[in-house]
């Protein structure tokens, strides 16, 4: 907002803005979770900061916490909400989450989250905007909607932050820094799991599907029978629809997400953006089991590392499903070459892996179910799970275009090397019947 009226609403939300508050007091609640109630399996971070200097805080969960980021052997999965500041449970939600995990982490009757962690990282993010949650808007502090504010698919450069807001460009950049599998986003003001694309090339609002559409309709699925007040939407069948069918917009998380090759989905998780504080609870008993059975989708999924020849990471590369030849490709992480690349469901499935410069590889991995009533065995995680050694292009067997020629060239100098001795018998043999010709002429010449 350029106005002069929206350059006074940014200047007093920005002096508000460092006042304590609302930020403050997610961040006094995270060092409490970190320091106090589950130190082994807590850290908080943040993202960066809004256009009037509140932080953005999270919280990371799991087994092994103080392994750095890259070196964990775990799936990543990222939860936000509130974007638009105005939408609040999504917000109370993932704090709830988080005080759910933390407390129950391997306690009795709570193997759920105790498998969860041990095979997990979580990483939520309660307020994606700040500055609209303390003000009760929608925009951030700069009267801009954050989720129209991201790359779209229809961009050339989808890593520029320029001309980005603060938050935006804090959340790209900290997200680029990290490798996630799964990621998920709340908001409100309506009741369903909705999945990308949010846009459609046209504008207009029509099913715009990726070619992952089964995965995806699947992972909403998912979510929406695990919440029985969004499975039984009078508006949307089954609690789903994909995102531009229902309204198309450009710029939003999740399509960047998508981009990103971090299968993402959007939960609306009230027709009331800002219901009072006593509804939280009945709230929260339709997402507790509905997030919980989200995150343990992430384990449905191809997985594996790729290394060169000397088992080095290999930067850039990324694997896919052969059956789903337009799909998105999993990225590596650079530090690891750890790699989760989601199904859309349990099976058998061809996987490739590349990277420019090298060869690729493909192999054959069986992905099994993955519930809370029935998360994978360790076999069953072995049998998701490949090694890709790339061998550089050089290196590459008889597969390339050079060795295709080399092979064809020998042959053509085996077929003249052929053609050559055939002509040479077949002039000896023409001489010998020539020369035995003559001499049985001779023989019988003085007869007449």
């Not at 943040?46 to 103080?66: D, K, P």
Request: proline fraction near 6%.
């Amino acid at each position: 907002m350029a106005s002069w009226s929206g350059w006074l609403v940014g200047w007093l939300v920005g002096w508000v803005g460092r006042l304590p508050g609302h930020a403050a007091a997610l961040n006094t609640l995270f060092e409490d979770l970190v320091t106090n109630q589950c130190p082994l399996i807590a850290r908080r971070f943040t993202v960066g900061s809004s256009e009037s200097g509140r932080m953005i805080y999270g919280i990371r969960l799991t087994h092994q916490v103080a392994l750095s980021e890259n070196e964990s052997p775990k799936p990543a999965v990222r939860l936000t909400a509130n974007i638009h500041g105005d939408e609040t449970v999504g917000r109370e939600m993932l704090i709830a989450f988080a005080e759910r995990l933390c407390r129950d982490y391997g306690t009795p009757n709570a193997d759920d989250v105790t498998w969860l962690l041990d095979n997990t990282v979580i990483y939520i993010i309660p307020s994606l905007n700040p500055d609209g949650f303390a003000l009760g808007m929608r925009e951030n502090s700069r009267g801009v909607d954050l989720n129209r504010d991201y790359p779209t698919r229809f961009e050339a450069n989808q890593d520029d932050t320029a001309g980005r807001q603060a938050e935006t460009a804090a959340m790209m950049d900290w997200t680029r820094a990290r490798s996630f599998a799964l990621s998920g986003t709340m908001h409100g003001g309506a009741l369903v799991a909705s999945y990308p694309w949010d846009s459609s090339v046209t504008g207009d609002d029509i099913y715009a599907a990726t070619e992952d559409d089964a995965m995806y309709r699947r992972l909403a699925r998912i979510y929406a029978d695990a919440n029985p007040s969004m499975a039984a939407s009078p508006v949307f069948p089954n609690g789903i629809t994909n995102g531009a069918d229902w309204y198309s917009i450009v710029g939003t998380l999740q399509d960047y997400m998508v981009l990103r090759g971090t299968p993402s989905i959007t939960f609306e998780l009230s027709d009331n953006k800002s219901p009072p504080e006593s509804a939280l609870a009945g709230f929260w008993n339709d997402n507790r089991l509905a997030l919980m059975q989200y995150a343990y989708q992430v384990h449905v999924s191809a997985s594996g590392r790729v290394v060169d020849s000397s088992g080095q990471p290999i930067p850039g590369a990324a694997c896919g499903i052969d059956s789903i030849e337009y799909g998105y490709k999993a990225p590596t992480n650079p530090h690891s070459g750890r790699f989760w690349r989601l199904v859309p469901e349990p099976g058998t499935y061809s996987v490739t892996c590349a990277a420019e410069g090298y060869t690729a590889v493909t192999k054959t991995v069986i992905v099994h179910e993955a519930t809370i009533a029935d998360p994978p065995t360790p076999t069953e995680q072995a049998h998701a799970f490949a090694q890709f050694v790339l061998p550089t292009a050089a290196d590459a067997p008889a597969e390339t275009t050079a060795g295709k020629i080399a092979t064809d060239s020998t042959a053509g100098i085996n077929i003249w090397m052929t053609l050559f001795l055939f002509v040479q018998i077949s002039l000896i043999i023409c001489a010998v019947v020539i020369y035995l010709n003559y001499r049985h002429k001779a023989r019988h010449a003085g007869r007449f």
